[in-house]
C-alpha cells in the first residue's frame, strides 16, 4: 500500500521577510535593531563621534510626549537625543522617505515641543548622493513650521555637510 504523495510530505509555514511600506530594510548595530540601514549608519557616525569627544551622551528612541493646549495629542520617538559638550541637546531624525505622519508629528515638535524645551534642537539628517550627512537644523527662533504641502520644511533651514 503506498501513501499518498500529499500525506507523506507536508511543508512547513512559508517565512518571507516581511518588507516595510517604504522598503525599508531593518538593519542592526552595536546590539540594537534600527529601522532602517540609514538609521544604523547615522549610529554608527555618532558613536565615533561620541568616542573622538565630540558628544557627550547619545540616546537612542526616547519617547516624547507631545501635548497642545495641555492637551495629549500623540507620543513622537525620534531615532537619537544627542548631547553636545557645550550642554545643548538636539533630537535628531535620520529620514529616507518623508511620510505625512511623520511631517504632521515633526511641525508639532518644531511648533509645541521646542519652545517648552530651550536647550534642544530638531535635526533632520539625509544622505546625499555622494553619501555625505546632510543635516537640517530646526530651532525656536525659526520664522515657521513646515506646512504639509511640500516634500521639503520652508523655513529657515542651516544646512551643514558633515563628514562621515
Known amino acids: 500500500m503506498t501513501v499518498p504523495?500529499?500525506?507523506?510530505?507536508?511543508?512547513g509555514p512559508i517565512r518571507v521577510k516581511a518588507r516595510s511600506k517604504y522598503a525599508a530594510e531593518r538593519a542592526s548595530y552595536n546590539g540594537h535593531l534600527y529601522a532602517s540601514i540609514l538609521e544604523a549608519d547615522y549610529a554608527r557616525h555618532l558613536d565615533l563621534l561620541l568616542?573622538?569627544?565630540?558628544?557627550?551622551?547619545?540616546?537612542?528612541?526616547?519617547?516624547?510626549?507631545?501635548?497642545?493646549n495641555g492637551h495629549h495629542i500623540c507620543d513622537y520617538i525620534p531615532d537619537f537625543d544627542v548631547e553636545w559638550p557645550d550642554g545643548s541637546r538636539s533630537l535628531?531624525?535620520?529620514?529616507?522617505?518623508?511620510?505625512p505622519e511623520w511631517k504632521l508629528k515633526a511641525r508639532l515638535t518644531v511648533a509645541c515641543w521646542l519652545p517648552a524645551n530651550p536647550g534642544y534642537d530638531y535635526r533632520v539628517v539625509r544622505r546625499d548622493r555622494g553619501g555625505r550627512w546632510l543635516v537640517q537644523t530646526?530651532?525656536?527662533?525659526?520664522?515657521?513650521?513646515?506646512?504639509?504641502?511640500?516634500s521639503r520644511p520652508s523655513f529657515a533651514v542651516k544646512k551643514r555637510r558633515l563628514r562621515g
Do not use: C, M, N
Open 92 to 99: 535628531i531624525e535620520a529620514k529616507g522617505f518623508e511620510t
Open 51 to 68: 568616542l573622538a569627544g565630540e558628544l557627550r551622551s547619545v540616546e537612542r528612541q526616547r519617547r516624547i510626549r507631545l501635548e497642545v
Open 5 to 11: 504523495v500529499a500525506r507523506r510530505w507536508r511543508p
Open 138 to 150: 530646526y530651532r525656536v527662533g525659526d520664522a515657521a513650521v513646515p506646512s504639509g504641502v511640500e
